[in-house]
């Protein structure tokens, strides 16, 4: 049974499934064959986070603090968020219980009370990470897309497609666990980028529709071609 036995990896980084660079931009959280590191970006010591030889990690990401790592452990069966020291010293800690579906990336919040995701039945979910109380944010099924917290922690804004497929971008408070529509449903909008002040929302968008076609009618005219649809556009929070 060789596939049993101890193999030794010559190429480590050819393995290489996630890399999160940390707040202060010292280290590298990486994940490769299910094992966790920490690389400094200079000179430092080399550590491996977890030692945890039958347990297999994922989507490892630096909490804010920058002391303790965000990972998705299969520990107890199902993939569960786990905090673990990003020094290698200490005992991991399980964050969920209920992972009865598969989840991805988590992201937490830059005051590192909160932390969203997605799941496979595309569902958006937040938790208080201080009370483990759970929340299912997303209204629909169709699709979660990339997610980002304000800079103060108090909103979550996202991407979710509507009913007529089209990417909608939203926020979410987490003080009121209410959601709001920043964009219409009638073009996609995606990639949603916080200002450091958190006054605005920068987002993605295929609405400009000019096309290179002088005069798109008539039986023998070809249709309107768009080629510079996507734009940048911001959305003000305060008026």
Avoid: C
Avoid at 83 to 93: C, F, I, L, M, S
């Amino acid at each position: 049974l060789d596939q049993l036995r101890e193999n030794w990896v010559t190429h480590p980084m050819d393995y290489l499934s996630s890399a999160h660079l940390s707040p202060d931009g010292d280290r590298v959280a990486l994940t490769a064959r299910g094992r966790v590191f920490v690389a400094p970006v200079k000179a430092g010591r080399f550590v491996r986070a977890s030692r945890k030889d039958s347990v297999r990690f994922r989507d490892v990401v630096f909490m804010p603090d920058g002391k303790s790592l965000l990972a998705l452990t299969d520990e107890t069966g199902e993939l569960e968020f786990a905090r673990v020291p990003a020094n290698g010293v200490g005992t991991d800690e399980v964050l969920t219980s209920n992972g009865n579906i598969l989840r991805f990336r988590g992201h937490p919040s830059p005051d590192g009370k909160w932390l969203a995701w997605d799941d496979n039945n595309r569902d958006l979910w937040v938790m208080n990470l201080a009370t483990k109380e759970t929340r299912r944010v997303s209204e629909n099924r169709e699709g979660i897309g990339s997610m980002t917290w304000s800079p103060d922690g108090r909103w979550l804004a996202y991407v979710m497609s509507a009913p007529n497929t089209f990417q909608q971008l939203k926020i979410y408070s987490v003080e009121s666990g209410r959601s709001a529509a920043l964009t219409s449903d009638r073009t996609n909008s995606y990639s949603p980028a916080w200002d450091p002040k958190g006054e605005y929302v920068y987002f993605l968008s295929d609405r400009a529709l000019r096309t290179l076609v002088g005069a798109p009618w008539g039986n023998r005219q070809p249709e309107p071609y768009f080629d510079k649809e996507v734009e940048i556009y911001q959305v003000a929070l305060r008026g």
